[in-house]
């Protein structure tokens, strides 16, 4: 099927926490996460591109150099590979954001900012899918 709609602020909404993957090729992956208040990730960074765009809620972007970006529904932000940052959700209640970058799942690396470490030592292992596939 070369065409799928999806409800992506219902999907999340359905999403207690965690992300769905809903496009994986060659070329390109995108997903739906959904977070918790108060829930905060590790500054890290990927070997490629990428950008999250927040449907609800309030996420909160911090540098390493402290640069902070509050995003709010309706705002993107584009993070350039080899760029460490670190996710927050700021707000009252869940946040639900839509990401995508230029690489499938099998090539994405993800880098620990203390550590300078691959944080997913397994990730980047598998080869890369020849066609994408549309998920849920």
């Known amino acids: 099927?070369?065409?799928?709609?999806?409800?992506?602020?219902?999907l999340g909404l359905a999403t207690d926490g965690g992300g769905t993957r809903l496009l994986n090729g060659p070329h390109f992956q995108m997903w739906v996460t959904t977070w918790p208040h108060g829930?905060?990730?590790?500054?890290?960074?990927?070997?490629?591109?990428?950008?999250?765009?927040?449907?609800d809620g309030e996420l909160t972007v911090?540098?390493?150099d402290g640069e902070i970006h509050v995003l709010r529904p309706g705002m993107a932000v584009m993070i350039t590979g080899g760029t460490f940052y670190r996710l927050e959700n700021?707000?009252?209640?869940?946040?639900?954001y839509l990401g995508h970058n230029p690489r499938p799942t099998e090539t994405m690396r993800t880098i620990e900012y203390a550590t300078?470490?691959?944080?997913?030592?397994?990730?980047?292992?598998?080869?890369?899918?020849?066609?994408?596939?549309?998920?849920p």
């Not at 070997?47 to 999250?52: F, I, K, P, R």
């Open 1 to 10: 099927m070369p065409v799928k709609s999806v409800d992506v602020r219902k």
């Open 116 to 135: 300078r470490q691959d944080h997913n030592p397994g990730e980047g292992k598998a080869t890369p899918p020849r066609f994408t596939t549309l998920l």
């Open 90 to 96: 700021t707000g009252p209640d869940k946040v639900i």
């Open 39 to 55: 829930r905060k990730g590790r500054m890290h960074c990927h070997n490629c591109d990428e950008t999250l765009y927040v449907i």
């Open 62 to 64: 911090t540098l390493p």
